[in-house]
């Protein structure tokens, strides 16, 4: 299997969630590759500096403040990325939501926010881009950044909601694979799903332990860039469905490391 990213080359990405973490890291590789990448965000701000700096690579960034809980929003916003940047090749579904609450006495707002982001503005944002590839005769690639809890549930406090919502991306990348597979179609769908990665999203009793960073126990968002870098390396013809990332030791399972 021989891996290039040469096929992409000036081609447009959208990655949502780009202000910062696995996002910032994600849209850095593939400027770095010679895409044209559109960065989505609420924080535009973020989004500016992280233009600043990648201006100097082999592609662009463009920053696009946006919001996945809002479906005008989203659809301004891939409208004007298709009326200024050209047809949409590649879309990663990076933005996530994780808001501290409980199932027992939660904040219903904090749940609803949870699905809009995790779940409807992936599927909103996955809509928009594979119409674009199919009217344009794309042959192009959608990424789900998942997460390992999206596949097992674990004890984590304050991931309640979250776990679940997960578990429907899991569900929805392979549903949106055997959609494809019906209609014939040669756009690729992969899903990728780390443990535990040094981001803002994660909550204050975890990265309190700085010894998860220190001792190399948590992955660092630039794991997850090369994730993403591979699966849209391989060929044409190759599928890469599902990515798990952890640690080498991942299975005696870091929740046993962190006081609760």
């Not at 990405?13 to 973490?21: K, L, N």
């Not at 992280?50 to 916003?77: C, H, M, R, V, W």
């Not at 939660?106 to 928009?128: H, Q, Y």
Request: hydrophobic residues 45%; aromatic residues 6%.
């Amino acid at each position: 299997m021989v891996l290039s990213m040469d096929r992409w080359v000036g081609k447009v990405a959208v990655v949502t969630g780009a202000s910062s973490g696995i996002g910032a890291a994600i849209a850095e590789a593939l400027v770095e590759q010679g895409l044209k990448v559109a960065g989505l965000a609420r924080r535009k701000d973020r989004l500016e500096a992280l233009a600043q700096k990648l201006s100097n690579k082999k592609g662009k960034f463009y920053p696009l403040k946006s919001d996945l809980t809002k479906e005008e929003y989203i659809l301004n916003t891939f409208k004007w990325i298709k009326e200024n940047l050209g047809t949409i090749h590649i879309l990663v579904n990076n933005a996530g939501y994780l808001g501290k609450t409980t199932l027992i006495d939660g904040d219903s707002d904090v749940w609803r926010n949870t699905f809009e982001v995790n779940v409807l503005g992936l599927c909103i944002a996955t809509r928009e881009a594979i119409r674009d590839m199919r009217a344009n005769d794309i042959d192009g690639h959608i990424i789900h950044i998942n997460s390992i809890v999206g596949h097992q549930v674990i004890n984590f406090r304050e991931f309640n909601v979250y776990i679940s919502s997960k578990h429907a991306v899991t569900a929805l990348a392979e549903t949106l694979r055997l959609e494809l597979v019906e209609l014939k179609s040669k756009i690729k769908i992969t899903s990728i799903s780390p443990g535990l990665v040094d981001t803002e999203i994660l909550p204050n009793y975890i990265t309190k332990h700085k010894n998860l960073i220190e001792e190399k126990q948590i992955i660092e968002p630039e794991n997850i860039a090369d994730a993403v870098v591979y699966a849209l390396s391989t060929s044409p013809h190759v599928q890469v469905s599902f990515v798990q990332i952890l640690l080498h030791w991942q299975n005696e399972i870091i929740a046993s490391k962190i006081a609760f």
